[in-house]
């Protein structure tokens, strides 16, 4: 499976983030959350902090990074490794495209970052 619709560009403003269950390719369903930061860029990273295994996209958008409701882990949107404690693991960060007003997101092909 490619990329898929996510919702138009119009869906969030910046500084807000929904959470989408997407389907890869073997069929699962994944959760994402989908992210306009402040400056209007589009970001998808799983949904699921990886300390608290709550929901991201409930979280503050700050910048670009969005930070955890629960225990204040803030993660970078770009990477998904984890900017501030409790969290010390990433999550995973899927890739966005643009096609006129629709946002693109292909879970089947997660961003592969650099060990620090």
């Known amino acids: 499976m490619s990329a898929q619709h996510a919702c138009d560009t ?3 403003e910046p500084g807000e983030a929904m ?3 997407l389907e890869d390719a073997d069929g699962r369903s994944l ?10 860029d589009f ?3 799983s949904d699921i902090c990886s300390h608290g295994q709550v ?3 409930d979280g503050e958008v700050e910048g670009c990074a969005i930070e955890c ?15 501030s404690l ?6 995973p960060v899927y890739p966005v495209t643009l096609d006129g007003p629709r946002v693109l997101v292909d879970v089947d092909a997660p961003v592969d970052v650099p060990a620090r």
């Open 10 to 12: 119009g869906d969030l």
């Open 19 to 21: 959470r989408l269950d």
């Open 31 to 40: 959760p994402v959350a989908l992210v306009r930061d402040e400056d209007g």
């Open 43 to 45: 970001h998808a990273i």
């Open 55 to 57: 929901s991201l996209s």
């Open 69 to 83: 409701w629960l225990h204040g882990s803030t993660f970078d949107l770009r990477t998904g490794r984890p900017l």
């Open 86 to 91: 409790p969290a010390t693991q990433p999550v």
